[in-house]
């Protein structure tokens, strides 16, 4: 990622490439309202003030009008980038769009790098880095709960409670090397009780948001549901059904699916990725064995299983079906039962499950039974439990920087119970302090912030 200097005034198109009825065209810099008044016709924006709009033409280098336009005015530091920055609304034609940024760039700017503007805005203060990653979050969310936990994010939630556990370890910090400065005379100036108790709600509080690391994660990529079973159980209808699209090939004939097909969807806000896999069965055919071996990696990564059997098929089959997948099940995991065919039969299996397994009946082929599946799948995916105040970690390098800040204060803790001297225990706790200061910003590398800002698109 090429890296420039901040003082050169920027230009992007931020909305998605295409023919739109509007495109909006960011300009950013010490620059950027002078630059677009040598191209702009209408009042002057040099002498408008902060967060106005204002209607005008954009005229070119002969003084031709390439385009009515809308010119809105924001002056920094009270903008996103902190800096003075102008938002040119064009007709979205790509014509116009490539015109007006070739403009902008004859006249003085420079196109952005990919996640400039927000790397602009961490730069001046505008966002910490954790924030800035939320941007990106919010950007890429595709389902309720998604958005919810990046805007909670970018609004400072993270940060805040990070921040306040860093004020703390400060505090504790600077008592301890206090002390340092005195280990002549034996002098303390923080009670280890309460060094101890302060260290302890730190380690608990760390360990809690990085727990919420598997859970947040799958809100945010989708969390991956197995429909598993016996061969011709119906598990592509079901998956059609659930996508109300005809994804997968649906046939009478046993062993149609050889592959694993997956897709996502949205149901009570919570985004699914729902995996329909080869029927479990012993077979012959090459093909559809690397099928069903692909059938088991899917089934242990899944964090809810849908188990299918066939109303129709009978007691022995549906024990012979959960024979096959029990051992590949793992406590961690949610199992659902489905009996399907209901329209054509029934069968109890509650005999074979676990104690409080949740059993669905169904037909999938007529959508009976479908609205109860799917307020299973919510219950099971865990997020009814969550507030909308609570904070997730949905970010891999938030979980591995909390999880080295939860080792070091850890340390910290041992030391104090086993009577260590001060400066033992404020290295673990500056330990903490990095690892924590990572995820916001107040620590950062040239790579951290290159593989960050890496993730945007220009524009953003």
């Known amino acids: 990622m090429t890296v420039h200097e901040n003082n050169d005034t920027i230009c992007a198109i931020s909305t998605p490439h295409g023919v739109g009825g509007i495109a909006v065209i960011r300009i950013s810099g010490r620059d950027a309202i002078a630059i677009v008044d040598r191209l702009w016709k209408g009042r002057r924006l040099s002498e408008s003030a902060s967060h106005t709009a204002h ?69 001046s203060g505008r966002l910490d880095l954790a924030e800035a990653e939320a941007v990106a979050d919010v950007i890429a969310s595709s389902s309720r709960a998604a958005h919810r936990v990046a805007m909670r994010q970018m609004r400072g939630d993270f940060s805040g409670r990070l921040n306040s556990l860093r004020e703390q370890l400060l505090e504790l910090a600077s008592l301890l090397e206090l002390e340092l400065d005195f280990s002549e005379e034996d002098v303390e100036f923080a009670s280890r009780r309460k060094l101890l108790d302060l260290a302890d709600e730190i380690h608990r509080v760390v360990t809690r948001l990085a727990a919420t690391f598997a859970t947040g994660s799958a809100l945010k990529e989708g969390i991956p549901v197995s429909i598993v079973g016996a061969t011709n159980v119906g598990k592509s209808t079901l998956l059609n059904r659930l996508l109300h699209d005809d994804r997968a090939i649906v046939s009478d004939i046993h062993g149609t699916t050889r592959d694993v097909i997956e897709d996502t969807m949205e149901i009570g806000g919570v985004l699914f990725r729902l995996i329909d896999t080869a029927g479990l069965r012993s077979t012959t055919d090459t093909i559809e064995a690397l099928g069903i071996e692909r059938t088991i990696n899917k089934l242990k990564n899944a964090s809810i299983i849908l188990w299918m059997v066939d109303a129709t098929a009978g007691q022995e089959n549906a024990a012979k079906s959960w024979a096959e997948i029990e051992s590949h099940l793992s406590p961690e995991q949610h199992l659902i039962a489905v009996v399907n065919k209901i329209d054509a039969g029934n069968i109890d299996i509650t005999s074979l499950l676990p104690e409080g397994t949740t059993v669905i009946k169904l037909s999938a ?92 698109c220009i524009g953003k």
């Not at 116009?96 to 403009?103: A, K, S, V, Y």
């Not at 340390?411 to 001060?422: C, E, F, T, V, Y």
């Open 55 to 123: 209607l005008g033409t954009i005229v070119d280098d002969n003084g031709e009008i390439l385009d009515q336009a809308m010119a809105t005015v924001f002056r920094g530091p009270n903008s996103f980038t902190g800096e003075d920055v102008v938002e040119l609304s064009v007709h979205g034609s790509k014509w116009i769009q490539r015109e007006t940024i070739n403009l902008l760039v004859r006249t003085g700017c420079r196109i952005a790098d990919a996640g400039e503007f927000t790397r602009r805005a961490f730069a």
């Open 365 to 456: 082929r007529n959508g009976e039974g479908i609205s109860a599946l799917e307020q299973a799948l919510v219950n099971a995916s865990g997020t009814g439990d969550l507030s909308h105040n609570d904070i997730m970690v949905t970010n891999a390098r938030h979980y591995e920087a909390l999880t080295h800040a939860a080792n070091a204060i850890a340390r910290a803790i041992d030391g104090l119970k086993a009577g260590l001297s001060g400066d033992f225990i404020a290295q673990d706790i500056r330990e903490t302090l990095h690892y924590l200061g990572e995820i916001t910003g107040t620590i950062t590398t040239p790579d951290i912030l290159a593989t960050i800002f890496s993730r945007f």
